[in-house]
Every structure is written in C-alpha cells, then in structure tokens.
C-alpha cells in the first residue's frame, strides 16, 4: 500500500491514534523521534490550559520491533491525559447519567453543519472530533515520515512571519527556519517574538484571538518528486490539500507567494545555470515546484491560519433546542495555535514528500530504496 495515514481519537476521548500504512522495512524508528515532534506541537505562546494537562508521548503498537520497521502498518497510541477529568462525558461505554447536550453551535467551526449533517442533537459529538486535538496523530504520522526523509539527507523547517498585525519578512522566516525552535512563537527574530508575544497578550486581554502566518521549507529534495503527467499526481496540488486540511488554515501559497501574480516574467522564473559543470537555478522564487514537480531547490509552502474562533466574548448564535438567539458555547480556548500549527504544517509536508519519495524510489525496505535512489542522482549527475 502506498505510504499515508489515517487517525482515530476526539479531543477528550481516552486517546490519539495514528495508523501509518507503507512504511519501508527496516527504517530506524524510536518513541523518542515520534515525541520530539509531539513536544515541538505543544509549545508555543498564546496557548490555553489544556497544553498544561497533555504531555504527549507515544506507544507504538504495531510495525516496529527492537526499534525498527518491519514493512507492517506503524500503529501509534498517544493518550490524553484529560480524558480523566472528562470520563463521565467522553466514557465510550452507556452512562447512567447522560451530560446535558450543548445545543448552542460556535461560529468558525464544524458544530452547526455537522450536527445537520450527522444528525446529531449535541453538538459535543461535532466538536471532539473537529477539534484540533487530532493534530497530535498527525504530528506523530509526520514524525515518521520525517525519520524517513532524514535517512536521505531531506530536512523540513518551519517559521511563523505573522502573527495578527506583526509580520515578519517572509524571506527572512524562509532563510532561518532551521532556528525558529529557539522562540516562543517560532519566529527566528528575538525582537519581533518579543512585538508577537505582546500582540497574543494584548488579544487575550480583549477577550479576542489571533492567527496568522507560517512557511514550511523541505531542503534536499531531489528533482523530480510527484508527477506532471497526472493532475492528481502534481505535488503542489498534494502539498497544498495537506496543509489546507489542517484545522483553521484559509489559504496556502508556494515560493514568492500571490506576490508572483504582479511581477514580469523576467522577475518570477528561476533561471538555469551551470556551475562547475552542474546545473544550479539563479534564485528560487517558485518554491521549488514546476510542473507539480520538485526541481530540486528548497520546497517552500506557506499558509494563513484565520484566528482561533472560541472566545471569550462570546459570539451571537442560536439555541437549536428553544431555536432563540443566544450566546455560543465556550469552552477553554487558545489564543494562538499559529506556531503549534507550523508544527503540524512540517507534518503534513513530510507525510506528502515521504509519500512522493517512496512512489519514485520503490517502497518494500530502505535497501533497496538507497540503492535506487543512488542510481537515479548518479543518473542526473547530483
Ligand atoms: C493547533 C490548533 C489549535 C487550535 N485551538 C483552538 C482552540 O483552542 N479554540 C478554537 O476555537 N479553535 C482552535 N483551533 C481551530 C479550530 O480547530 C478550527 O477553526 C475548527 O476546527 C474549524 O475548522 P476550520 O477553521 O478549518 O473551518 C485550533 C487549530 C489548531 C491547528
Ligand atoms: C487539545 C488541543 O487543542 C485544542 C484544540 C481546540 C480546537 O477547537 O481545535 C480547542 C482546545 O481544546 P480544549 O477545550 O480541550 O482546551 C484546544 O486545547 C491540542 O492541540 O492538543
């Protein structure tokens, strides 16, 4: 089966759980790589209690032996640590005594249509699962796809370069992604942390919240990752529905970004050249993608997430039981998940590039994968 993934778990239900599908035999695969990412996504300033509960950490409970993959399905567990304070209302069991229902749906998330769509009349039903608590399996899935990337020298970064009315320049955030894990806010620049830190503090203060925006950069790709043959092949279009599925994220842009669509030509294309008698590009302002391919620069994807839609001044709705207007259901929130899901954005990438890299290089073991992945650069002279 081709490499990908699939999670299962609601926010306050006893666990996350992560099933990878087509991972090669014999890669090297620790709990201690699967929790470093599972760290790095609940960092970062601007979150709410619930960070303080979880301490995420996996079991694995199936595809790997004496810290390696065996070729099966990677199975993974992260329990959440909150389902002990939510067991009477999340207990997957019949309970004596039922929860009241919440009938007052949220604006900005899943509860209004999903209750029509599921028929359901409590909308704790919508929003365990639409919660972005799901991330923690897809950071785990990420983690293992990573481990995989690593093995042929392909890295995947993130930074924040916005955060409310605080930017960054977004070149700056492309450039040193490989240090955003020193801030708070996942933003390389210690004085602009500091403008994005007081930012979050002054919307919490209003009792409102924050998004913003983020890149991820995979360096080390080679040339020729996914496909210009098929439209469901191209790897932009791939790259682009993971990140956009991430919960909250409203658009999602390559390289230079829609800036491209105001400049000429001669200011958008990433010219050839030689040097020492190997081919190299002039600039990347693409991103790294032509023709829904990887061309062998840094990959470059970045993405806007709307602000967190729970706040504590409460947004108007409609009670579904007496169907009056009201207030919609609070429950403790972020004020900003903008660098947590940076996080989940390096996930989504290396999930999508594992998975182009396998489809190019054969999937059954990490032998033969090295070998005809070292013939294919021999081939291109890289
Ligand atoms: C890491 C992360 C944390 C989030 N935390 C919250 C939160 O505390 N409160 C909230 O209302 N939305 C939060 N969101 C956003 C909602 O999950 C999201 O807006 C909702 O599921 C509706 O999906 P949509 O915005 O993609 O339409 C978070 C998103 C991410 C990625
Ligand atoms: C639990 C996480 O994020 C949650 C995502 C979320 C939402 O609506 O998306 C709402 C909040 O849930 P709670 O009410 O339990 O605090 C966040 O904390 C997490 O990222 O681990």
């Known amino acids: ?31 201690e790589d699967i929790d470093r990412d599972l760290a790095r996504r609940q960092r970062g300033y601007g979150r709410g209690g619930r960070q303080k509960i979880e301490q995420d950490r996996v079991e694995f409970l199936g595809g790997v032996r004496h810290g390696y993959t065996l070729g099966s399905p ?49 909308l704790r039903n919508v929003l365990e699962r639409s919660s972005a608590r799901e991330t923690t399996a897809r950071v785990a899935a990420g983690a293992v796809a990573r481990k995989l990337l690593g093995e042929f020298g392909i890295t995947v970064h993130s930074a924040v370069y916005r955060i409310g009315g605080v930017a960054y320049p977004r070149e700056l955030a492309v450039r040193d992604a490989a240090k955003a894990d020193a801030s708070e806010v996942r933003c390389p620049d210690p004085e602009i942390t500091e403008r994005m830190k007081a930012e979050i503090d002054a919307a919490r203060y209003a009792r409102d919240a924050l998004g913003g925006e983020f890149v991820v950069v995979a360096e080390g790709c080679p040339p020729g990752l996914g496909s210009y043959v098929d439209w469901r092949d191209k790897l932009d279009a791939r790259l682009a529905a993971a990140v956009m599925s991430i919960n909250a994220i409203k658009g999602v842009d390559f390289g230079l970004g829609f800036g491209l669509a105001a400049r000429r030509s001669s200011e958008v294309q990433d010219e050839i050249l030689l040097e020492d008698g190997r081919l190299a590009r002039a600039s990347n302002r693409l991103g790294g993608l032509e023709g829904g391919m990887t061309n062998g620069e840094p990959v470059v994807i970045s993405a806007a997430m709307k602000p967190i839609s729970t ?72």
């Not at 089966?1 to 620790?30: C, D, Q």
């Not at 909150?82 to 004596?96: C, G």
């Open 1 to 31: 089966m081709k490499f990908g993934f699939s999670t299962a778990g609601e926010s306050h239900g006893p666990a996350e759980v992560a099933i990878v599908h087509g991972v090669p035999a014999g890669l090297g695969l620790l709990a």
């Open 74 to 122: 990677v199975a993974m567990l992260v329990r959440n640590r909150d389902y002990a304070n939510w067991e009477e209302r999340m207990n997957p069991a019949p309970v004596e005594r039922p929860p009241e229902k919440i009938t007052l749906p949220r604006p900005g998330h899943a509860d209004l249509a999903g209750m029509q769509k599921y028929a359901h009349d409590d």
């Open 311 to 382: 706040i504590a001044r409460a947004l108007r709705t409609v009670d579904l039981s007496a169907m009056e207007p009201a207030r919609a259901f609070r429950e403790r929130a972020d004020s900003c998940a903008v660098p947590a899901a940076a996080v989940i954005g390096e996930a989504m990438v290396a999930v999508v590039l594992a998975e182009a890299f396998l489809e190019k290089f054969g999937q059954d073991n990490m032998t033969d994968i090295r070998a005809s992945y070292e013939a294919y650069l021999g081939r291109i002279g890289r």
